[in-house]
């Protein structure tokens, strides 16, 4: 594929969400989403103590919703895709 360990990771879960919410993501496209986002977690990561600012969680979650605007994801409206996993990632 091209990516390394902690892209596919991400790559996975943009996968897995698209066939739980059975939408179509173009494979390349899902792979540059991948690495994108892995950059975005490697930004706020810089901060040693990232997981606990609320600030730079809530930059990072912001920055993520961009990102994956900016590449026309999820390519269908689905609020849901939106609320239940920042819920549970956010």
Same mark, same amino acid.
């Given at each position: 594929?091209?990516? &390394?360990?902690? @892209?596919?990771?991400? /790559?996975? *879960?943009?996968?897995?969400?698209?066939?739980? /919410?059975?939408?179509?993501?173009? +494979?390349?496209?899902?792979?540059?989403?991948?690495?994108?986002?892995?950059? !975005? !977690?490697?930004?706020? &990561?810089?901060?040693?103590?990232?997981?606990?600012?609320?600030?730079?969680?809530? +930059?990072?979650?912001?920055?993520? *919703? *961009?990102?994956?605007? @900016?590449?026309?994801?999820?390519? !269908?409206?689905?609020?849901?895709?939106?609320?239940?996993?920042?819920?549970?990632?956010?």
């Amino acid at each position: 594929m091209g990516i &390394d360990f902690e @892209e596919k990771a991400f /790559y996975d *879960i943009l996968k897995s969400l698209a066939v739980k /919410y059975d939408f179509e993501y173009p +494979e390349d496209k899902l792979i540059v989403l991948a690495q994108a986002v892995k950059g !975005v !977690v490697d930004d706020k &990561d810089r901060y040693t103590d990232w997981s606990r600012r609320n600030d730079i969680k809530a +930059e990072l979650k912001v920055d993520l *919703i *961009i990102l994956l605007a @900016e590449h026309d994801y999820p390519p !269908v409206d689905r609020d849901e895709v939106y609320q239940e996993n920042f819920k549970k990632y956010g």
